[in-house]
């Protein structure tokens, strides 16, 4: 065994395999960047070389430095994580070179894979189903729009060396092949340094299924069970499950068999995930295709360790150091129901986009990396960030992975609403209350999933999950009584308002534009003359309320504002306005601020790069047009004309690195 490994990777993901090392009494060694001398990977790590400035191009993805690395401590071999270096065969062979171990599958398994057009000729040829489409290589945007017609829409476009959700456009017609084409060739050259880009049918309905492999160096290859991953926005994954509640055991045995044979097809071993493709449309589960193999471990993969009770980091250390597979098959089982929720700095509440800067406040429900594969009582925190640390525009958005396991399905996913509960996060926006109000949602609890989920369900964007009657009347009682906190804690306050002034005992608290009655007895709390069985503590200044309501529990984030509390919970934002009783209907009285007109404003709604300025100073645009584009977190964003007019000014040029807020254009 190994006496010294080094990760090749940063935040959440190094940390993972630090947390299986250090189990296995395994030396780590850390490599950074200049964004991350002060993260917590660094610091969990036995030892840490910085290897550059921030730029993953610069520091991450540069073989030479980390094999430098190597060289400094002693390391024996490396972990590459999953993105930056860990599908590069040309990785895999600098350190065979050096004679450094790679833990991770074999260079020709690599190469085969990752390149998903020849990883479908392969499939192909090793009997697997595929997608239609055209995997030869395509000259420009008019070979495009060809073949696209010739497929029949819609269709998507990929990025050869793609993954993680980057370099993928889906087009519905020739208008947008010929837009998105030439941006998907750009992002596949950005982030993977290779501009191929095939083209294959787009399966509608579609439910994203894939199959966990583990191989090891003598032949044995074995499957453990499936995940469903069909939540997604923009390809990038939100919610993971395993097992899928689509999936019976039959096509389970299926699909497993299928993706055992593709993998020694290729002679693989090491962790790796099998990316299916499945029509919902067909209740049979039998029209399922290959999409592409990961030849690495997955972002979601603690969902399969919870349901098997198998560390997967720990086999894939193994295997890398010749050691044959202990499980087969058949000691291969499904314990339970488990579910990831990732967390990500982007803006739900302002059409999702990126968030970058400090974690002001920086609270989760169980620390991370406590427990073992199901984490602290059913609830598992990956994380590779702490309070006070940066959110930064140089790498991937995901601050955390929440992943919950139970009994069944719906235990687990009301432990995840239980669990994002209590999640505190402030200094920049997150999909908290997303991600909680997926776990409520009918369609979520059905079963009836597919990639299209998010935009069927929020065509409109989100705005917070639905609350129900008796969770407003908790957050009303439980707004009344943090005011009467509030003023007796006032009255208290030497010079002030004096011992012998009482708070008020009854509150008028405004919750989603209706107005209730709180009133507060020595025994009870009535809301609208009925009594509600509650049971809470509060102390001026706490940021999380837990309240005791009947049988059950709620956990109110709440933060002060001049007219009362913004409570976050189940979901939702509450802006709750409370006045003492007497007070109230004086408020009738107050004059509401209109916010200013920004509408002939084009406004950067995010930090990042002006990528292109599609428009120029007196150019005519019509509603709907392409102003700009900017990129930010690796992904471009098209920003559109939302009424026709004629360009007044432009305030930034082509290159500039914007503020969220910015305004890149004036129009007439």
Known sequence: MFKKILIANRGEIACRVIKTARRMGIATVAVYSDADARAPFVKMADEAVHIGPSPASESYLIADKIIAACKATGAEAVHPGYGFLSERTSFAEALAKENIAFIG???????????????????KEAGVNVVPGFVGEIDDTEHAVRISNEIGYPVMMKASAGGGGKGMRLAYDEKDVREGFEATKREGLNSFGDDRVFIEKFILNPRHIEIQILGDQHGNVLYLNERECSIQRRHQKVVEEAPSPFVTEKMRKAMGEQCVALSKAVGYYSAGTVELIVSGADPTGESFYFLEMNTRLQVEHPVTEAITGIDLVEQMIRVAAGEKLEMTQDDIKIDGWAIENRVYAEDPYRGFLPSTGRLVRYRTPVPAWEGDERGVDGVRVDAGVEEGGEVSIFYDPMIAKLVTWGKTRDEAADLQIAALDRFELEGLGHNID?????????????????????????????HGAD?????????????????????????????????????PAKWQVTVGGTAHKVKLGHKHIKIDGEAIDIALEYTPG?????????????????????????????????????????????????????????????????????????????????????????????????????????????NAAQGDSLAVDAVILEME
């Open 434 to 462: 997303f991600v909680s109000a997926i776990m409520q949602h009918p369609r979520f609890r059905s079963g009836e999933l597919t990639t299209g989920f998010i935009a069927e369900e929020y065509p409109e964007g989100f």
């Open 467 to 503: 609350a129900g009657d008796d969770v407003v009347r908790a957050l009303a009682a439980i707004a009344g009584f943090m005011a009467s906190a509030e003023a007796d804690r006032a009255r208290r306050t030497d010079g002030q308002l004096g011992d012998r002034l009482n708070p």
């Open 105 to 123: 599958p074999p260079v020709n398994a690599i190469a085969a894979m990752g390149d998903k057009i020849e990883s479908k000729k392969l499939a």
């Open 542 to 650: 706490d940021r999380l309320v837990v309240a005791e309501i009947d049988d059950s529990e709620l956990a109110v984030k709440v933060a002060k504002t001049r007219a009362g509390w913004r409570m976050t919970t189940r979901g939702r934002i509450h802006d709750v306005r409370v006045l003492p009783w007497h007070v109230a209907p004086l408020s009738a009285h107050m004059i509401e601020k209109i916010p200013p007109d920004l509408s002939r404003f084009l406004i950067c709604p995010m930090p990042g790069l002006l990528v292109t300025l599609h428009v120029g100073e007196g150019d005519k645009v019509e509603a709907g047009q392409p102003l700009a584009t900017v990129e930010a977190m690796k992904m471009e964003n098209i920003l559109r004309a939302e009424k026709s007019g004629t360009v007044k000014t432009v």
